[in-house]
């Protein structure tokens, strides 16, 4: 047995440790943002394990789909499914190194998550619906816009670390120690917004709503139902709780573990949580104190996270 | 008798039969063989130029030196051309009964003899010969002009015969101005007026008075080569005469005129250095290719058309001696040999087109002649592609040399208006005969039905010219080749 | 003396070309030119006698005959067998065409003085006279409507020219000078065919109406 | 070696001559004719190919002379530099497949009659493209351009009973010649200034000073600018493309494109000296405006080769942008960085061929199964042509630039090389790196979405009209050669190490370039320039994609049921085809929030009998304004009729004017002459 073996076993056991804990974890995250906007609205809210009856339930259901439908509406959901999925090894959580950091990094990241995104809205226009299309149309286009603003921030925490590599680029930031450079803010403000819009949440799109004109991601996926619909929402659950760790790795990196040591990881767990919740706090705020923005004022509030970016940028590096 | 008298001869004995005229038959086939003898006997003289002995009569009153033989060589095989062509082009119109006996005598008449007054500019040594001889080939092409006998044709014989006589009374001004720059040198008699003599005594001439006559006789030969603004008479004559005659004054005409016009500029150059006549040419010729432009981008008539791109060929070879370096003489000289080759092409398919559609206007003739008679409109896409330089056929080589030159010299920015006026030029000629040749057939509703395209002599003729030219792009045979590199070595290095 | 006479001529030459300018009577016009060639004639005969060149007395001769004989009664014949006398209104007035000529003649001056004073010194004027004659030919060629005027100016031309040759060179080959005369005469006749025909085609022999030929 | 390869590249023209001869005298038999020049055709570019890849491996020059033109003693040379023989490379790789799907494709798309005109056409374009790429001097290379030009517009006025290829094959004709006008100034007053005509001697560095030497960039970045299509040189480009039969339009893209792009990083780039600042400013501002506007353009279009015409517009301005990037290292003496930039822009040549070319073959099996280029009329193809699908989605993600596939390699390493420039440039000028990599993400991300609209709306749902329903899969001869051009992007992606290797060699043997690290350790990965910035490895990612991709498989069939159909969910309504959401509705979105882009015009007309509530039926036409064409063409060409219309008083058939003319030319001459000297 040769030590190259031994390597490539060691990063697929981390790579399929952090995506079991991923995979477990996201469905909660979901019901907590639901339950702590249940409650800054006076409601009781979902019970914190309604993410997992939900997907347990839909998995169990029986498949239906559409006549029209060819092998793209099928293949869709899993193709989303495994992007988000092999986008999250990329990704350092707990330790101060990405289980498969060495495909890649900050732009493998984006084309991965773009390529189930690709996938998703390719499936919605295979039903013959009209929500698909409209749905499919829409996304499309706010990720587009957002594409932008998230390059130019992640470009800026990238440049600062001197990597595009997310492990070497957390790594870079925790023995560099916090820094308090005001272009951290901007350039966090800016991410934040766009993680806002590519999650789906208000104000660019409302995961609750049905009604025809204000849906887009719910809208794409309409016609699914069953085990499709789980992988789909199961996904969705996952990209968000992707988007944060991301935020957390680039913003606030403290605490994560540079070694494997037992408390170092517990530690690391452990702020880690905390970091996502706060942050899921945030983003729940944002969504009760804001309405829905109209599609077409969409592309002001993404323009204005790429005016952040950019002025982070300029102040950083002139 | 001597060679060259008869290559002279022929021509002349062809005319005098034909204007007495006969059978029909057995005219074309005197005219056409007896055409054919001249160019070989062209080829002849040509060959025993190039055998190192100068062939010349009458005291060095005719002597061929490289430029007479190569421009002696490129006339004659365009009469052989327009004779075969014209020929098929008179049966046609004889077959529509428009052909009158006068009509008949006139053409068998008065093609050889155009085409001998040509080669007797070609072979002249004698700047007064010389100016009788052009004068000749005006007077046997006014007739030609009004063949048709339209009221057109008269106004553009009119036109053309007073800015003819106009431009010759300046050359005969500009030549006895020469003459009297230096006759104590010239000397006395016949030999005064040799071009060999000027150039001997060329340092010794008074050099005002040879400015002057050179700008008289530039401008003189310069109308009848078409310079610009002496070029008026042009599209109106090109459209009236009939294509063959049209084939030798756009081809034989133009190349016998630049013949008279080097021979100035090498007297002018001899004495007086490049500069002036050079910058004159150099002048005349891009403000000749200047005012082609844009009557071809907004051009109406198939035949003018032609003329406007004859008056920009000319213009190309006079910027291309004008820039004054060895290679640009070179470039007009090959200019000037590619262009014999591929112009005739042009003026038997258009003048075809325009026969079958019995009217040369761009209105008449309609879109989409290739449904109609494809084979004249894929020689005229070929000829269109030949004269505007495009590869790979001949005149490409040449205008590349002439603009590698100019850029080299010192007239670039004058190459570079030179360039850009080409480029124009060639887009105008793609729009102009795309609007003609391709597009839907004309519909059946329009009653002017043209005639149907039928093999003749004339078409043979027009694709035999169209082979020999594409082939030429790459393969000159080599006595022509060095008949074209001893005519720049006349035009550049002087005797 | 001899020098006189032959600016005599030339500055009469001058004269009829002038007077060609402000004439409108075609019959009178012919006439000048006929004159203009006679005096043409007698500078080439002084000439002769003056320095015993005896060739120009050939030429001399076939000029009278030529050109103050010949041409005009053809152009007279002409004009009888068509029966238009008058020419009509020029595109210029004649004070306005005069006052034009005279800055023709100064230009033709101006360059005349360019050339080497020869052994005899009237050469110059007479370079200076035939070129202010040739541009006043040209001029009157492109004011004047009638054919036949424009055939006139255009002879005028070509005597401006035999001024030169006569007057200024010691006389060009014979031969040359023949063919010269001979292809004159054939481009008259041929003109004055033209004529004829524009004349039955168009009732008229305005030249400004042909112009059917554009672009 | 090299004389056998010389050998091969004179016999691979003289093929081409033989082949387009025996074509012309065969052209009354259209099936024979049609074989042989295609196989001749076939046979040269196998030669060119191998020429070519022995040149990048050996990455030594290979020259000679092709024939010497007795009459004017100028000489074709030619000389396969690594440069150009990484171009060669790629007209071959796309050229091979592309003939042999012609061969099945002519039969229907060119009507017998043309069949010769077209062979000969078809072998002259890619015999001059190769001669475009080895020419060694400037007249052979003037020679090959102005041939392929005016091959391209013959296949382009194949069909010239339509006024719109007749328009198009003029305006091509018309803007290349302008074109071809300035790189002749260009040219030749470079190599006057070097005394030569070979590029070897002519491009070696700087020939000239100051402002001269801007003209002459500008001069030359027009000259290949329309031929690569940079906006605002592109108006040509979207005419063209679908005028030509759909195979020639795929070699268009692939390869005539592809001569400028050579023709600027040649001359443009790395000819002229250490490139200025300014200049490398244009290639990006330019770069990323051609990106944009290109896929924005191609975003609205429902004709189907618009589209991918519009969108080669934009591969364009991606490959002049990462141009752009590496001239500007060079202009700040950063030659490692620049190696980076021309790579990627080199390595986006290839891929941008390999995917463009598949999608035009993709297109035109649509076109010749449903006779139609309007993708509204289309839907529902998935079902009836299942690999033409599959090939087409392949190029379309290929050019989204998703991972795994070869669009994402040479992106990635154009954002590196914007990336370093922002690292390597001092002051403000850097700011314009990262503006640009927002360009190309907004890009990128558009170019998704504009490939998710022409696939979903053509393959998927139900077909909107009769042709799209009758349509038929086209017959095996016609796929294979998509099937290796989607293994090829496939490959691409999965290898980029490979390919970047062989990059490396030709990127080398550019003046002023140094390469400190190869861009590959193994086939499988890039480096950029620093290996502790940033690399890559698809392959990697793509083993973690199966495995996700056998979870999810896992998950959701393990269930009690097998899957059930049921019609779509209408809102109690019923949906038919005509419900299904369009083209023109898909990219209403960005229709709307570009508008200041677009400027659209919308009519909306509802035809109601009762009341105006209830429309019968509702027209609804959408048009954007073609912005170049009416600001900037319509108005010079209005400008150059009007003077040449306006110069015909000179020619007004009036004798007097003429002599008058005569008169004053003489006058002013006499005057220019004076007196006593």
């Known amino acids: 047995m040769s030590s190259p073996l031994f390597h490539a076993i060691g990063i697929a056991l981390a790579a399929i440790v952090q995506v079991a804990a991923m995979l477990a974890v996201a469905p909660l995250l979901k019901t907590l943002i639901k339950k702590l906007k249940a409650r800054l609205q006076n409601r009781q809210g979902p019970p914190l394990l309604q993410g997992y009856y939900d997907l347990a339930k839909l998995l169990r259901k029986e498949p239906v789909r559409s006549e029209t439908a060819s092998w793209i509406y099928v293949a869709g959901p899993r193709v989303y499914f495994a992007a988000a999925l092999s986008a999250t090894t990329l990704v350092p959580v707990w330790t101060a190194s990405a289980p498969l950091e060495s495909a890649g990094g900050i732009l493998l990241l984006v084309g991965t998550l773009a390529l189930g995104r690709f996938a998703l809205a390719t499936a919605a226009l295979d039903t013959g619906s009209p929500f698909g299309g409209m749905g499919a149309s829409r996304d499309m286009t706010i990720a587009a816009l957002a594409e932008p603003a998230l390059m130019l921030g992640l470009f800026t925490s990238a440049l600062a670390a001197g990597s595009m590599n997310l492990g070497a680029l957390v790594r870079g930031l925790v023995q560099q120690g916090p820094s308090y450079h005001p272009s951290d803010l901007l350039a966090f403000a800016g991410l934040l917004i766009i993680v806002v819009a590519e999650t789906g949440r208000i104000p660019v799109d409302n995961p609750a709503t049905h009604l025809e004109l204000t849906m887009i991601h719910e809208a794409m996926v309409l016609e699914y139902a069953g085990p499709d619909l789980a992988l789909v929402e199961w996904t969705a659950a996952v990209k968000e709780l992707l988007y944060l760790t991301l935020l957390v790795d680039l913003f606030m990196p403290l605490g994560i573990a540079t070694s494997l040591s037992p408390a170092a990881l517990l530690i690391s767990v452990v702020a880690w949580a905390a970091k996502v919740s706060m942050l899921a706090i945030v983003v729940t705020l944002i969504e009760s104190m804001n309405a829905k923005l109209r599609l077409f004022r969409v592309p002001e509030l993404v323009s204005t996270s790429l005016g952040l970016a950019f002025l982070a940028l300029a102040i950083r590096f002139l | 008798m001597d060679l060259l008298l008869w290559t002279l001869a022929v021509p002349l004995i062809t005319a005098a039969i034909g204007t007495v005229g006969g059978l029909r038959r057995l005219n074309d086939l005197i005219l056409v063989a007896g055409l054919a003898i001249t160019f070989a006997l062209s080829l002849a003289t040509a060959g025993q130029f190039l055998r190192g002995d100068v062939p010349a009569a009458f005291g060095d009153a005719l002597r061929v030196d490289g430029l007479s033989a190569l421009v002696l060589v490129l006339c004659a095989f365009v009469g052989v051309l327009s004779a075969a062509y014209g020929v098929g082009y008179l049966r046609r119109n004889e077959s529509r009964g428009l052909v009158t006996w006068r009509m008949r005598r006139e053409f068998y008449g008065l093609i050889p003899a155009y085409v001998f007054a040509m080669l007797l500019v070609a072979t002249s040594n004698n700047l007064g010969i010389l100016w009788i001889a052009v004068e000749l080939t005006t007077l046997a092409s006014v007739f030609l002009v009004t063949f048709h006998d339209r009221d057109t044709s008269l106004e553009a014989a009119w036109k053309f015969l007073v800015l003819g006589s106009l431009g010759l009374g300046f050359a005969l001004l500009g030549t006895v101005l020469l003459f009297a720059s230096g006759p104590s040198q010239l000397g006395e008699g016949m030999q005064a007026l040799h071009w060999t003599r000027f150039i001997q005594v060329a340092p010794e001439l008074h050099p005002f008075t040879l400015r002057l006559g050179v700008v008289f006789a530039l401008i003189g030969y310069g109308t009848k080569a078409g310079l610009a603004p002496m070029h008026t008479w042009k599209p109106d004559a090109y459209r009236e005469a009939p294509s063959p005659a049209g084939m030798l004054m756009g081809v034989g005409m133009v190349n016998a005129a630049l013949y008279c016009i080097l021979r100035i500029h090498l007297i002018s150059k001899a004495s007086l250095g490049p500069e002036f006549s050079g910058s004159l040419l150099l002048t005349l010729g891009l403000l000749s290719v200047l005012i082609a432009t844009p009557f071809i981008l907004v051009q109406w008539d198939l035949k003018r058309l032609l003329a406007y791109s004859s008056i920009e060929h000319v213009g190309i070879m006079a910027v291309g001696v004008g820039i004054g370096v060895e290679a640009g003489a070179f470039g007009a000289l090959l200019h000037m040999t590619y262009h014999s080759l591929a112009k005739p092409v042009a003026f038997a398919s258009a003048g075809t087109l325009a026969q079958l559609h019995s009217s040369s206007d761009f209105k008449r003739i309609g879109n989409g002649t290739f449904s109609r008679a494809p084979i004249a409109s894929l020689l005229l896409v070929l000829a269109a592609l030949m004269i505007t330089g495009s590869p790979p056929f001949g005149m490409f080589f040449s205008e590349m040399t002439i603009l590698k030159a100019g850029f080299a010299s010192a007239h670039a920015k004058a190459t570079s208006v030179f360039l850009a006026a080409l480029v124009v030029l060639f887009c105008g000629f793609a729009f102009q005969i795309g609007r003609l040749v391709l597009g839907p057939s004309r519909d059946p509703s329009d009653r002017r039905v043209p005639f149907p395209e039928r093999f003749d002599v004339g078409m043979a003729t027009a694709i035999v010219a169209a082979i020999v030219a594409a082939v030429s792009a790459f393969y000159l045979p080599g006595p022509l080749m060095s008949l074209i590199r001893s005519a720049t070595h006349v035009v550049w290095g002087g005797v | 003396m001899t020098n006189e006479l032959l600016i005599l001529c030339a500055a009469g030459m001058l004269v009829t070309a002038y007077l060609m300018v402000g004439q409108k009577a075609l019959f009178t016009a012919i006439r000048l030119y006929g004159v203009q060639s006679l005096l043409l004639a007698i500078v080439g005969v002084t000439i002769a006698v003056a320095d015993s060149r005896l060739e120009l007395l050939v030429t001399a001769g076939l000029t009278v005959a030529l050109k103050t004989i010949l041409i005009p009664w053809f152009l007279m014949r002409v004009i009888d067998r068509i029966g238009i006398h008058r020419e009509i209104e020029p595109f210029l007035n004649v004070p306005a065409s005069l006052l034009v000529c005279v800055g023709l003649t100064v230009v033709g001056y101006r360059v005349s003085t360019g050339f080497p004073v020869a052994a005899r010194g009237a050469s110059h004027h007479l370079i200076g006279v035939a070129l202010s004659m040739l541009l006043i030919g040209l001029f009157l060629m492109v004011t004047r409507k009638k054919a036949i005027t424009q055939i006139l100016a255009l002879l005028t031309v070509e005597n401006a020219v035999f001024l030169v040759a006569v007057g200024v060179t010691p006389g060009m080959p014979l031969i040359v000078e023949l063919g010269i005369s001979f292809d004159v005469i054939l481009a008259v006749l041929i003109l004055g065919v033209l004529v004829h025909r524009i004349v039955d085609r168009f009732e008229s022999m305005d030249v400004s109406r042909l112009s059917k030929l554009k672009g | 070696m090299g004389s056998i390869l010389a050998a091969g590249l004179t016999g691979a023209f003289a093929i081409r001559l033989v082949a387009i001869g025996v074509s012309l005298l065969l052209r009354g038999r259209p099936a024979l004719c049609r074989f042989v020049s295609l196989a001749g055709s076939l046979v040269a570019s196998a030669m060119t190919l191998r020429a070519a890849l022995h040149v990048v491996r050996a990455r030594g020059a290979v020259e000679g002379v092709l024939l010497h033109h007795a009459a004017s003693g100028i000489e074709f040379g030619y000389q396969l530099t690594p440069l150009s023989a990484w171009f060669l490379l790629v007209l071959g790789v796309v050229a091979i497949p592309v003939t042999v799907y012609s061969a099945a494709y002519f039969t229907h798309a060119v009507s017998p009659r043309r069949t010769a005109t077209v062979g000969m056409a078809f072998n002259s374009l890619l015999g001059a493209v190769e001669l475009v790429f080895a020419a060694a001097d400037v007249l052979t290379f003037l020679f090959a351009w102005e041939l392929m030009t005016l091959a391209t517009a013959i296949l382009v006025a194949t069909e010239h009973q339509e006024r719109a290829s007749r328009r198009a094959a003029y305006l091509y004709l018309v803007m290349s010649h302008v074109g071809t006008g300035c790189l002749v100034a260009g040219f030749f007053v470079v190599s006057a200034a070097a005394g030569s005509t070979s590029f070897a001697t002519m491009f070696v560095g700087n020939l000239a000073e100051g402002s001269l030497r801007h003209a002459l960039f500008a001069l030359f970045f027009v000259g290949f600018g329309v031929k690569a299509g940079i906006v605002p040189l592109h108006v040509w480009l979207p005419e063209a493309h679908p005028a030509a039969p759909s195979s020639i339009s795929a070699l268009m893209s692939a390869v005539l494109v592809t001569a400028g ?140 630039g998703l991972p795994l596939l070869n669009g994402f390699v040479s992106e990635w390493l154009t954002f590196q090389a914007l990336l370093f420039g922002f690292a390597s440039t001092p002051g403000l000028m850097r700011l314009n790196f990262p503006l640009a990599g927002a360009m190309l993400a907004l890009t990128t991300a558009l170019a998704a979405a504009c490939f998710v609209r022409a696939f979903g709306i053509s393959f998927l749902a139900r077909p909107r009209t009769r042709v799209a329903d009758e ?20 490959a691409l992606g999965l290898f980029p190490g490979a390919v970047l290797g062989a990059i490396g060699g030709s990127v080398v043997s550019l003046p002023g370039i140094q390469l400190q690290t190869s861009f590959a350790r193994n086939p499988v990965s890039i480096v950029s320039g620093i290996p502790s910035f940033d690399y890559v490895v698809p392959a990697l990612l793509g083993i973690a994609f199966a495995a996700a991709l056998l979870v999810s498989w896992i998950v959701t069939t393990r269930q009690r049921f097998a899957s059930r159909r049921a019609p779509t969910w209408g809102c109690g309504g019923e949906l038919t085809a005509s419900t299904e959401y369009t083209a023109t509705a898909f990219s209403k979105p960005v229709m709307m929030i570009f508008r200041g882009v677009y400027r659209p015009t919308r009519e909306v007309e509802a035809l109601a009998e009762v009341s105006a509530y209830f429309p019968r039926e509702v027209r609804y036409r959408a048009r954007i304004e073609p912005t170049f064409e009416r600001y900037v063409y319509g108005p010079i060409v209005r400008g150059v009729l009007k003077v040449a219309a306006g110069m015909k008083v000179l020619q007004a058939g009036s004798l007097h004017a003429y002599l008058a003319y005569v008169l004053l030319l003489t006058v002013a001459l006499l005057l220019w002459l004076g007196g006593k000297t």
């Open chain 4, 261 to 400: 792009v050579y023709g600027l990083v040649r001359v443009c780039a790395f000819g002229l000296g250490t490139p200025h600042v300014y200049w490398a400013l244009a290639c990006l501002l330019l770069g990323s405006v051609s990106a944009v506007l290109g896929v924005l353009y191609a975003l609205t279009q429902t004709d189907i080769k618009r589209l991918l015409a519009y969108s080669t517009i934009e591969n364009t301005g991606i490959i002049v942008l990462g141009l752009g990037a590496g001239m500007m290292a060079m202009a700040y003496g950063r030659g490692d960085l620049a190696a980076v930039a021309v790579a990627a822009s080199l390595a986006h040549v290839l891929n941008h061929a390999a995917f463009k070319s598949l999608l035009f073959l993709g297109a035109g099996n649509v076109v010749a199964a449903t006779g139609t280029r309007n993708i509204e009329e289309l839907g529902g193809l998935l079902h009836r042509m299942p690999w033409t699908g599959l090939f087409f989605l392949t190029g379309a993600m290929a050019i989204s």
């Open chain 4, 471 to 490: 349509a038929h899969e086209a017959p095996a001869i016609m796929l294979v050669p998509q099937a290796f051009l989607a293994v090829l992007c496939l």
